[in-house]
């Protein structure tokens, strides 16, 4: 995948999250565009990897190994190659702290994952549709 | 959250304490006993100094009038014989006995007092031997007196006019009036160094007592003012560390040991420092607390949406090799999951309202209210209910707390109010004067005799079948109420509907659990 373009950049640990998250965003044909990593530093080395190329999206866990997403999210922000990527926190938690800190930082927007599938899957395609159809980015 | 700092480390100042000052390390009793005894011991003093300086002018007082009766005394014989001497020459001139009449008088007193005088100086050798000079020569004038009054008794006037012509009377005077001159002008001068004396010792007895009894009150003020000043400073201190430890601002040095006030300072800085060890702790374990419920929040959900989403999918795309049985059990498994998810959102919502710091703000309640019921009823099956909203109050609480409040007592009353025809849901404010507000319903109500297990966390008066729900949403409310200071409670009957009551007071010290 890493030869093709990368236009999402999805950092998801958990494995349920991240098929659910996929299958979503196949069913609006976004899924061929996506690179799942499964950690903060596995983001992090593909961002800042020679020559790559920065994704059109990034969507961001919170809680993560090895480096957390909130750290993930500040480095993307305070490197002026990839200030400018959209970053979209999508987390479990609904902790106040983690959106006034995240937005703080920088994030484009929050959601908080629902665990029902339909309002799951509905949030996924939503986001997935408004960041690589909707929006224009500033790049 | 506030931290707080406070008895674990103080600004270090030159070693108050080792300074020996020995009033300020007494204890306050003893300086109160010296506030009182000192200035006694210096009236003691000085009473002493005025006996003395009083005694000493009494003295001085009755040796002047010794002098001045010793005065009197011979100013009196010199008299009694000057007069005694011209009565004389009036009885050799005329005859007439009346004039001898003083020349008896003084024949008789002049001895006796001379004897007086004598003892009266028997301390002065001068004038003893003065008075002794007085006594011979007024006895010679007496004798010569009466030499002459015999001869005019003895018929004989001329030799007695012809005696007095000699000038012998009055040279045996001279010879008297010349040691009684000098004896007077010694005792005179006498008298006036005694006077002298006397007005001094009175003089010093007087400034005796003005220095007295301006040192006396200048050390017993001094000493008010140095005790009341002492305390004053000391009691200072606590009333500073008090406040100190209130806003949680470092507390000042130690007080220098010894009295009551630094028994105090220790004990209030023992206290500190056990309530910061107290704070540490509580810090501590909310902080364990925080990452727990934030552990929870994340960690139990992603599971959650797994088993629903699978269930989802397996319905889905494998609806076909399932029968009608196997497809109902995945709805049972999915609805329970997200039943599931529902319960931890509000046991974290719970968690969080128990921790968090509550910023009082004015709140427009009436505002509150109205929106709030409209996010709650916002669906179209809502919009049949009777909602009235009566001018209730403002109230000071913290904001998200009190529509957190609203929305699960407002919540519950569309909930139970929904299977009447006419739903009607009021919203008012306690008629008693308390600061405090009402949420009524017509809904199906309940048994007053469960009461006690309204604001339980999970307890529930209606079956899931018949109302949904988690049973944490009045728990919640509880908390936050409390947490204000304030109360509340319900007042309900099965089928007539229930009226939740609770109240905020102004200055709610809020019971932080």
Known sequence: MRDEEVEILLVEDNEGDLELTLRALKKVNLANKVLAVRDGAEALDYLFAPGSVA??????????????????????????????????ILTSSAEERDRLATYELGANSFIVKPVEFDSFSRAVTEIGMYWMLLNRNAS | MR??????????????????????????????????????VAQIVFGVA???????????????????HVLTETYAIKTALLIAQGSLRGYVLTRNADFLTDCRVAERDVPTAIARLSRLVADNALQSGRVREMAKSAAAVLDFQNVNANLVLGGRRDAAVSLVGTQAGKRLMERFLVPADAFLATEQRLAEARHAQASASNRMAITVVAIGFALNILLASGLALSFTAGI?????????????????????????????IAGVDGVFREMAASLTKATEDLQHANGEMEAFSYSVSHDLRSPLRAIEGFSRILVEE??????????????????????????????LTFSRLSRQQIARVEVDMRELAARTFAEVAGSDEHRKIEFVLD?????????????????????????????????????????????????????????????????????????????????????IVERVVHRHGGKVWADSAPGEGATFFFTLPESGGGNDA
């Open chain 2, 3 to 40: 931290h707080f700092n406070y008895g674990v480390t103080y600004v270090m100042m030159p070693d108050r304490a080792m300074v020996r000052r020995p009033f300020s390390t007494l204890t306050i009793a003893k300086k109160g006993f010296l506030l009182v005894a000192l200035p006694l």
């Open chain 2, 232 to 260: 004053n400073r000391r009691l200072g201190v606590l009333t500073e560390n008090a406040q100190r430890l209130a806003a949680g601002r470092q507390l000042l040095p130690p007080l220098s040991p010894g009295d009551e």
């Open chain 2, 391 to 475: 001018d209730i109050p403002p109230a000071k609480g913290d904001l998200p707390m009190l529509r957190q409040v609203l929305t699960n007592l407002l919540s519950n009353a569309v909930k139970f109010s929904q299977p009447r025809e006419q739903p009607r849901i009021e919203v008012g404010t306690l008629k008693n004067g308390e600061a405090g507000y009402f949420v009524r319903d017509n809904g199906v109500g309940f048994d007053m005799k469960y009461a006690n297990k309204l604001f339980g966390v999970f307890q529930r008066l209606h079956s899931a079948n018949d109302f949904s729900g988690t049973g944490v949403g009045l728990a």
């Open chain 2, 50 to 68: 005025l006996l003395a300086a009083s005694r000493k002018a009494v003295e001085a007082h009755a040796r002047e009038l010794h002098s001045q």
């Open chain 1, 55 to 88: 994704p059109r999206v990034v969507l961001l866990d919170l809680k993560l190994p090895k480096v957390d997403g909130t750290e993930v999210l500040r480095r993307i922000k305070s490197d002026p190659r990839t200030a400018l990527v959209p970053v979209v």
């Open chain 2, 318 to 347: 494998y609806g076909g090799t399932l029968d009608a049985e196997g497809i109902r059990i995945l709805g049972v498994i999915r609805r329970n999951t997200v039943t599931m998810a529902q319960l931890i959102d509000d046991l």
